[in-house]
């Protein structure tokens, strides 16, 4: 899996849009970026995924750079619960078992 | 949406003991993992399980652990003689065959051992 950056901590107002920056400049061409989020000590939950692609889904819109070499993840109105920690993966699609590995993220605040 | 259920929600046990910690997968998922992460770090990848055996382990998942799915519907991680080095969040998760990477955690099972 290709290595990830992400800034340690952020912090977003409650309604405003939080936009989480993820760099993956070795992102390989079957590689597609996923976007996991950890709430205080619950289990990691999924997000989004793309490959080139914008994408939306009903929890949060992923923009990739036409070079694929970041990306960013967008909470269009972010709330009070949407407060974890925010995990990008550099990641191709294997069809195994094999381990989704998780680095240390972004811990996003969102404040009143 | 289905869900990933693990139990029991909170474990304490003596230095020693023997642990097993019971998830119920999404029914129609083939593939199955252990996770921990211990206070204050890191996710950490410990099993997958796949077809009634190990795809892949990390160094952590030595012979003190192992995993089983007795029957069609549980996937159990045992821990044979429990370390205080072992007290953590343990999460199962499952994803379905083929296609991505998205896989369902459960909500946690924490493991204090004293």
């Known amino acids: 899996d290709a290595k990830t950056t992400q800034p340690t901590s952020m912090d977003c107002a409650e309604g405003r849009a939080a936009n989480l920056p993820c760099n993956h400049s070795t992102i390989s061409g079957n590689e597609y970026v996923y976007w996991y989020r950890q709430i205080h000590s619950q289990g990691p939950q999924y997000i989004i995924h793309?490959?080139?692609n914008n994408e939306t889904n009903e929890m949060a819109s992923l923009i990739i750079t036409e070079d694929r070499k970041s990306s960013t993840l967008i909470l269009p109105h972010a709330t009070l619960r949407d407060t974890a920690v925010y995990y990008c993966?550099?990641?191709?699609?294997?069809?195994?078992?094999?381990?989704?590995?998780f680095g240390t993220g972004t811990r996003l605040q969102v404040t009143l | 949406e289905p869900e990933v259920t693990q139990t029991p929600s909170h474990q304490v046990t003596q230095m020693g003991q023997e642990v097993i910690l019971r998830c119920v997968p999404i029914?129609?998922?083939?593939?199955f993992y252990w996770y921990r992460q211990i206070l204050g770090q890191k996710v950490e990848f410990l099993v997958s399980f796949y077809n009634n055996e190990i795809s892949e382990k990390s160094e952590i998942f030595d012979d003190q652990f192992s995993v089983e799915r007795p029957d069609g519907s549980n996937f159990t991680l045992k821990i044979r003689s429990t370390k205080l080095e072992d007290s953590a969040m343990y999460f199962c998760a499952s994803r379905t065959r083929g296609g991505t990477e998205k896989l369902f955690f459960g909500s946690g099972t924490q493991l204090s051992v004293l």
């Open positions: 993966i550099a990641r191709r699609n294997t069809g195994t078992a094999s381990k989704l590995t």
């Open positions: 029914s129609n998922h083939l593939y």
């Open positions: 793309g490959l080139k």
